[in-house]
């Protein structure tokens, strides 16, 4: 099992950065496949980003948001830019075995070990 603890979240006005960071533990994390998730208020969880030796990215964050890993830290990061509201909500780190046959998935359901959350609150 992985253990994931999620750092960064925030209070910041809208147009304005941020970035999260998980740390990993329990696992080799070069094996992992590590995303992060994101859920609003009433809303289902959506994917944000994932990466293994690729990123992917979804529509909603895509050339705002980068995801970035340091294999040495066994760490994960999410640079948040021109963040709007409605990017309110709590962030999640996640992670997979990686599997070389695999594309990067956007499920949740297939991710195995979370952390407990981030809150990243935009205002307008």
């Known amino acids: 099992q992985v253990q994931l603890v999620e750092s960064g979240g925030g209070l910041v006005q809208a147009g304005g950065s941020l970035r999260l960071s998980c740390a990993a533990s329990?696992?080799?994390?070069?094996?992992?496949?590590m995303a992060w998730f994101r859920q609003a208020p009433g809303k289902t969880r959506e994917f944000v980003a994932a990466?293994?030796?690729?990123?992917r990215y979804g529509d909603s964050v895509r050339g705002r948001f980068t995801i970035s890993r340091d294999n040495a830290k066994n760490t994960v990061n999410l640079q948040m830019n021109s963040l709007k509201p409605e990017d309110t909500a709590v962030y999640y780190c996640?992670?997979?075995?990686?599997?070389?046959?695999?594309?990067?998935?956007?499920?949740?359901?297939?991710?195995?070990?979370w952390g407990q959350g981030t809150q990243v609150t935009v205002s307008s």
């Open positions: 996640a992670a997979r075995l990686y599997r070389p046959s695999d594309t990067i998935s956007s499920q949740a359901e297939d991710y195995v070990d």
């Open positions: 329990g696992r080799t994390f070069t094996t992992l496949t």
């Open positions: 990466i293994t030796w690729a990123t």
